[in-house]
């Protein structure tokens, strides 16, 4: 059974950092694409950034600069290391997984996690 468990979520005032976790159990990482997701109150989920099983990532345009995901194979983890935090971050994060980057932009993930909530204060 495949299951993604997201940590690293809290309160930090803008311009601050925080780094998301996310442990993949049940499932090789280094096999499969990542991505990093999140949705605020009132919106739809939107897709924050994405790596594929090689290493190559994608970001959407408002945190590129900002954001970084990254991948530990050994640990089965993916990160997510967000700086210069803005109001507008404020969310649910979530992470999901699926064989190829192209399914997780298309929203076709097989297995998310239970979300982190991040919180921007002004």
């Known amino acids: 059974q495949v299951q993604l468990a997201e940590s690293g979520g809290g309160l930090v005032q803008a311009g601050g950092s925080l780094r998301l976790s996310c442990a993949v159990s049940?499932?090789?990482?280094?096999?499969?694409?990542m991505g990093w997701f999140r949705q605020a109150p009132g919106k739809e989920r939107e897709l924050v950034a994405a790596?594929?099983?090689?290493?190559?990532?994608n970001y959407r345009d408002s945190v590129k600069g900002r954001f970084t995901i990254s991948r530990d194979n050994v640990k089965n983890t993916v990160y997510l290391q967000m700086s210069s935090l803005k109001p507008e971050d404020t969310a649910v994060y979530y992470c999901?997984?699926?064989?190829?980057?192209?399914?997780?932009?298309?929203?076709?993930?097989?297995?998310w996690g239970q979300g982190t909530q991040v919180t921007v204060s002004s």
């Open positions: 999901a997984t699926k064989s190829y980057t192209y399914e997780i932009v298309a929203g076709r993930s097989d297995y």
């Open positions: 049940g499932r090789t990482l280094s096999s499969y694409a």
């Open positions: 790596i594929s099983s090689g290493g190559i990532t």
